[in-house]
């Protein structure tokens, strides 16, 4: 095996316990990388791949309190913050190791079960970003969005090393549903289907029939990869957007709710579940999936003023049945603080954010305090920073202030 | 009070213990640092660190052994070059047969592939490998080969070889209690293709002439698939 030179790399390691860290610094280091960045936890991390780029992330699976190794991977890897060209190292212990197996959707490059050996760190380093450089053409592809050129690419790395076959297959089958080309992709998923029943396979073609339309089928193969993957909790995302397809969105929520109280720490499935649920006018579900959604969106690549606003606005609608209780009341100005802190520039994400201000003022039947909101906004509006209330909002406080 | 299940109660007893062998491994190596080679002390460093990592396999293979007898693993596999699989296997147990004085290598074609579960099969051949270690004289040999629809993983060494039936009771007595075969034997069967099931033998080897541990493990007959 050839060693690797790591002096043109940069590595980033996600550690948070003190003693590890140290060591796995002091690993790589002596293997020579280059550069090596160091973070504690993952949302300091995601900070560090939205500034630069890195060849080698080694991320310990479990990370404390916030997100751990594997939701990280998630994120940055759905959210491309980090290249296919990257190499993604998860360091698991012998029972986390299944949720990293078991997410089926986004795994890592590979894997070290602790504890681990400077030389075998090394080992797995030199091994893995060998077959990184195998794979390097239909990474390079893949990072560009172009699939065609990526099945092409993958096709030639199967002849040259027949042990990344499946690899390649799953690549050339998820960009075959990339271009569209369903059927192609279905059969390609099937008749690796009867070799052996690998969970990407059948995962695959759950999707497939998910984007040919035939919901039934989908629903079945969904169904089956729940029943063998525990821990595959994707799966009932997929579902519940089968049955928003449907038509049946209580059963879809339902579907959400479950797979939250599973894994509550997935920020895109809070949103989801907050989305649903708005549509369904259960404002009340609605309200604890966004406060959620908000306090995970701070430190991760989904954070956007929309995830804030809907906060704002299940809130906003509890008030139909009369005044906020003031813990609600405390989870607005919670929400309302940061609105202000972070996304007050944009003029419209400003007008609604005062439309709900007075909204909550007004159910509380704090005429004077809404009205000296309605009074900011209206010189905010002057000097263009915000945009101006609706016909229908004006009418309402023309109403409300008499003015 | 609430009666809890004594089999979680040891995997999970096991799982606390085997995190803090890999604290003590750790801080090992620590102080391995710190002493130079030649000191007297470094040979029992290294003695006390291959006794941990012993340790640690074992506690592993118990925890796979739960999870196996209880249904509650689920096997991942993938595909492999057995090269570069058994190479790991040597890497990795390598300085437990050099504190032994013996000899560990592999053989298979270069080009070999095979599809199984990699962390179980690791803990299968490193169960083998210590159990070898204890009986063989000088060598001990893993090796895989392509056998009728079956990936054939053996692990032999040059001792006196698996003891005929009635004096298995006294193996026990010496604390050989099979429970590594058992392992190896679920680890196998776990593995199913097409209603075929992987399955272990225990033979004589006939190279070495020791014990021979031999590991069947079914694999997909036609190689092909659909690239569209």
Redesign the interface.
């Known amino acids: 095996?050839a060693h690797q030179d790591f002096s043109k790399k940069k590595a980033l390691v996600i550690e948070d316990m003190a003693?590890?860290r140290i060591?796995q610094r002091k690993m790589l280091s002596d293997f020579g990388f280059g550069s090596i960045e160091v973070a504690m936890k993952a949302e300091t991390a995601v900070e560090l791949l939205q500034t630069q780029a890195f060849d080698v992330i080694l991320s310990d699976y479990n990370l404390g309190k916030g997100k751990d190794g594997q939701q990280l991977l998630e994120e940055v890897r759905h959210s491309k913050l980090i290249s296919n060209t990257a190499t993604y190292l998860m360091v698991t212990?012998?029972?986390s190791?299944?949720m990293v197996?078991?997410a089926i959707e986004y795994q890592p490059d590979g894997y070290i079960?602790?504890?681990f050996?400077?030389?075998?760190l090394q080992?797995r380093l030199n091994?893995l970003l060998e077959t990184k450089e195998k794979l390097y053409d239909v990474n390079v592809a893949l990072d560009k969005n172009d699939h065609a050129a990526a099945?092409e690419a993958a096709?030639i790395v199967?002849a040259k090393h027949?042990?990344l076959?499946?690899r390649c297959?799953r690549i050339?089958g998820e960009s075959?549903l990339e271009l569209k080309?369903y059927d192609?992709?279905l059969?390609?998923f099937n008749?690796?289907l009867?070799?052996?029943k690998?969970?990407w396979a059948l995962f695959g073609k759950a999707k497939s029939y998910f984007l040919m339309g035939e919901l039934e089928k989908a629903e079945q193969s969904f169904k089956q990869l729940m029943l063998?993957?525990?821990?595959f909790v994707s799966a009932y995302d997929w579902l519940a957007k089968i049955l928003i397809r449907q038509g049946k969105q209580e059963e879809a929520q339902a579907t959400l709710i479950e797979a939250v109280n599973r894994s509550p720490k997935n920020l895109l499935r809070q949103i989801e579940l907050g989305n649903i649920s708005l549509t369904l006018n259960d404002f009340i579900t609605a309200e604890m999936a966004y406060r959620r959604a908000v306090f995970l969106a701070k430190h991760s690549c989904y954070n956007t003023a929309d995830v804030y606003l809907k906060h704002l606005e299940s809130l906003v609608n509890m008030t139909n049945e009369g005044p906020l209780s003031s813990r609600q009341r405390s989870h607005f100005e919670s929400t309302l603080k940061k609105v202000h802190e972070s996304f007050y520039d944009d003029p419209d994400d400003r007008a609604t954010t005062y439309g709900y201000d007075i909204s909550v003022h007004l159910a509380d039947h704090d005429i004077n305090g809404a009205h000296q909101i309605y009074n900011t906004w209206l010189e905010d509006i002057k000097t263009g920073l915000t945009s101006a209330p609706s016909k229908q909002q004006s009418l309402k406080y023309a109403r409300a202030f008499g003015g | 009070m609430e009666k809890l299940d004594i089999s979680t109660i040891l995997a999970s007893a096991i799982?606390e213990s085997?995190?803090q062998?890999?604290?003590l491994?750790?801080q090992l190596?620590?102080l391995k640092e710190g002493v130079a080679n030649k000191e007297p002390h470094h040979k029992k460093i290294v003695v006390i660190e291959e006794s941990l990592k012993k340790l640690?396999d074992e506690w592993?293979e118990y925890?796979y052994l739960y999870r196996l007898a209880s249904d509650g693993y689920?096997l991942?596999?993938?595909?492999?070059?057995l090269d570069?699989f058994l190479?790991?296997q040597v890497?990795?147990l390598q300085p437990s047969a050099t504190a032994k004085n013996l000899s560990l290598e592999y053989r298979c074609d270069a080009?070999l592939?095979g599809?199984f579960d990699e962390?179980l099969m690791t803990a299968v051949v490193s169960t083998a490998v210590y159990n070898a270690l204890r009986f063989a004289k000088s060598k001990i040999l893993i090796s895989a080969i392509q056998e009728n629809g079956y990936l054939l993983l053996a692990i032999e060494d040059d001792g006196v070889g698996f003891k005929p039936k009635p004096e298995q009771e006294e193996a026990f007595l010496e604390g050989n209690t099979g429970l590594g075969l058992y392992f190896a034997e679920l680890s196998a069967a776990a593995h199913v293709?097409y209603k075929r099931s992987g399955f272990i033998k225990k033979e004589s080897s006939p190279t070495l002439g020791g014990a021979r541990l031999c590991v069947y493990l079914p694999q997909?007959s036609?190689e092909?698939?659909?690239?569209?």
């Open positions: 095996m003693e590890a060591m212990a012998e029972t190791i299944e197996m078991g079960t602790k504890p050996s400077q030389a075998l080992r091994k099945i096709k199967i027949p042990a076959k499946g297959g050339i075959l080309d192609k992709a059969s390609l008749s690796t009867k070799e052996r690998m969970p063998d993957n525990r821990f | 799982h085997k995190n062998v890999g604290t491994l750790y190596q620590g640690n592993v925890l689920e991942h596999v993938d595909t492999f070059l570069e190479d790991d890497f990795a080009d592939t599809t962390r293709v997909s036609q092909t698939i659909d690239l569209g």
